[in-house]
């Protein structure tokens, strides 16, 4: 088994963990959304000050909750890519440094990939070949997962990523930042079938190994037009917001499933993995899981504090490449944008 202390601060979220090969030791996560809500959305100088300054203090009380000594600890990884530049190297500079002081072997480890793994913290058996889905306020994509660091991209979004969406959307009904947890909140008190609104332009492949991908500006499009319907008619401050909300829901979520479903099957795999902050969505979690049941295809959600942004993702991930004899140079720089599939650029 492999022991890895991680480091997560790719965004907004500050987070240390302890992780032994699927089980998790230990778990710090401080979020930084309170800061950043007055303005809308992330400041990148703003979260890069504040990882700076909680990092230490992060990185011993993982390591007290986890109640093990560094002798335990068999490497030291960190999230270098996607993210914000100077948030990323907060994390990665201090996981350097907890290798060199207790010489202990590095990794480098690509986000997107660490929310691949959140699914294997609850479910420790799951192994490749599967579906992802990954649906974050960065990020939509649907992954074939081949092995470990062996990834496929055969469909993602053609604009706004599903989390974005959710909060452009929610800025529009100034329901504040961040728009996701809001939103699902309102469409349980609304009526789903309220407002047709459309999927996306982008149509779905009929078979064969075609990107399945989505687009959703049309759909926030459509929802400021219907706003500006609406006012003409209603007082602002009696808008139909519940209905709204849960119409928009809606659309996001029979976009994400009517693909995933579709990729799943034409790829012949029988598991569906989702991740990402959008994981925690209450509609994508019914509506996904009940299709795949009608299609006899397992679909997993990692348990909510894993769906957002956390480091303990980021030891799993960094285990399994660590048990394959991957590990990181100390060179390694941090990259804002690099392709899920060169993760294993990232190793030596």
Known sequence: MATILAIETSCDETAVAIVRDRHVCSSVITSQIDTHRPYGGVVPEVASRQHLEIINWEIDQAVEQAEL???SIDGVAATCAPGLVGALLVGLTA????????QKPFLGVHHLEGHIYASYLSEPELQPPFLSLLVSGGHTSLIHVKSCGVYESIGETRDDAAGEAFDKVARLLNLGYPGGPVIDKLAAMGNPQAYPLPEGRVSLPTGGYHPYDASFSGLKTAVLRLVQKLEQTEEKNSLPIADIAASFQDTIVRALTKRAIAAALDLGLDTIAVGGGVAANRGLRQHLTATGNQHNLRVLFPPLKFCTDNAAMIGCAAADHFHHGHVSD???????????????????
Do not use: C, E, P, Q
């Open 330 to 348: 100390l060179k390694l720089g941090v990259n804002s944008r690099l392709s899920l599939a060169r993760v294993m650029d990232l190793y030596v």
């Open 69 to 71: 000594g560094w002798d």
């Open 95 to 102: 996981a350097k440094s907890l290798a060199v002081v207790h």
